[in-house]
């Protein structure tokens, strides 16, 4: 929270001139068009209403609807923090009496437009206790989403209307800003909670495909157990049964594994990244690999690739997939593993960054294709610790939906697979 160090005593305020209020006015108007983020918005807001309003101090509330209230979000003076509480109900008294005058309201305003019961209880009250002079409304659409208290302000006789005015085109240029970065802000979280319920909706195809595929493993477990009691003493059954076991209990904790990696959401940490060099670490990793199974790579690194803005972690997680993947499918008879980068450019000028990983294995049916994204969906069928748990590729078209990049695959049976991945370039 941003908090100015103003002096403690109003007589040393000295009101701006004409030009610094206009000036301030178009200053102010200027730099709040440059700004995104909420607490900074609203530092700037109090800061320049109290420096036209000649304030010792002063404090911006904002509207949380959430809660029903009026939470603080900046404030501005060495006393303001000590006098304004957090938070102010959307029934207090001064938000309640802004909403019913709808202007800007100084104290000697109350006298002509107040008619309180008890004083004591009510505004009156409310702007002493706060040490307010001047209250300042944010309007959008009838509606309050925000409203600044003004402290103690040095009387300005023949320039109190202008004063007034400015505040008052202040006031609505900020009501601009904070209804704009307001909306951002809702967007933001809809967006994220869509995001959610998609996981979600996933989940249940995941918990469904989790008890299918665990009811097998825990079959053999459960047998084993069983019998072992009275087949104790015969080696080859308790040597056979215990590696069937073994592998199973690999399996359930690779599945479980592959679940909390799907369920547990990763907001990309984006940095400056060279894709090359990621690529070529990935390779690196699966060399030795490759190489013992009769793999041949080949690599063509675009040397004029434009660098990306990506979370390393997450994109080496999405290459070393899909290259264990192409190295598997070819593991029975060998082949070529051939991996190319280039700059691509789209519709509108648009540069992205794409790579093609492509394997001469096995290939997967054209009707299977539709579905080697989908949870629980897989072409390997080996048992045991190496058996495909269908989730790698879920993980990895999630990862790069996160990344707002694209991904899909081309294959034929016994010709092989190529799956494309492109994700946006920073601006040269």
């Not at 007034?164 to 240029?173: E, R």
Request: glycine share 6%; with cysteine.
């Amino acid at each position: 929270m941003f908090v100015m160090a103003l002096p403690s005593s109003h007589t040393d305020i000295l009101p701006p001139s004409t030009s610094e209020l206009l000036d301030g006015v178009t200053r102010f108007s200027a730099e709040l068009g440059t700004m995104t983020d909420l607490t900074a918005i609203g530092d700037r807001i109090i800061q320049e209403l109290c420096h036209a309003g000649a304030t010792t101090h002063g404090t911006l509330f904002l509207l949380d609807r959430e809660h029903e209230c009026y939470r603080r979000v900046s404030t501005v003076g060495p006393i303001a923090l000590a006098l304004t509480p957090p938070m102010l109900a959307i029934s207090h008294p001064l938000p309640h009496h802004i909403l019913t005058i709808n202007r800007i309201i100084t104290r000697d305003d109350l006298a002509g437009d107040l008619q309180e019961t008890d004083p004591g209880t009510g505004v009156h009250a409310a702007m002493e206790a706060l040490q307010v002079t001047r209250l300042v409304p944010h309007f959008i659409k009838n509606r309050l989403i925000a409203f600044s208290l003004l402290g103690i302000a040095q009387p300005i006789a023949e320039e109190n209307a202008l004063t007034k005015s400015v505040l008052a085109a202040l006031a609505q240029i900020a009501t601009n800003a904070l209804d704009t970065i307001v909306l951002y802000e809702d967007l933001h979280r809809s967006h994220m909670l869509m995001k959610r319920t998609d996981r979600l909706k996933s989940l249940e195809t995941i918990a469904g495909g989790f008890a299918h595929e665990i009811r097998n493993p825990l079959t053999s477990i459960k047998t084993f157990i069983q019998l072992a009691p009275q087949r104790k003493d015969d080696p080859q059954f308790i040597h056979g049964f215990s590696k069937m076991v073994l592998d199973d209990v690999y399996r359930i904790e690779r599945l479980i594994q592959e679940i909390l990696d799907y369920a547990r959401y990763m907001e990309p940490k984006l940095t400056d990244e060279d894709f090359n060099d990621i690529v070529a670490s990935c390779l690196h990793f699966i060399d030795v690999k490759a190489d013992r199974q009769g793999i041949k790579i080949e690599k063509e690194l675009a040397p004029d690739l434009p660098r990306v803005m990506l979370d390393r972690q997450q994109i080496k997680q999405v290459l070393l997939n899909l290259l264990l993947n192409a190295v598997d499918s070819m593991a029975k008879s060998g082949g070529r593993l051939r991996v190319q980068t280039r700059k691509l450019t789209k519709p509108g000028d648009i540069v992205w960054v794409h790579i093609e990983i492509k394997d001469t294995g096995e290939g997967i049916q054209e009707t299977n294709l539709d579905h080697v994204f989908d949870p629980f969906f897989t072409t390997k069928h080996a048992s045991g610790e190496h058996e495909g748990t269908g989730l790698g590729l879920t993980i990895v078209h999630q990862i790069i939906q996160e990344h707002h990049g694209e991904i899909r695959v081309e294959s034929s049976v016994g010709v092989g697979t190529t799956f494309f991945v492109s994700l946006p370039a920073l601006p040269a």
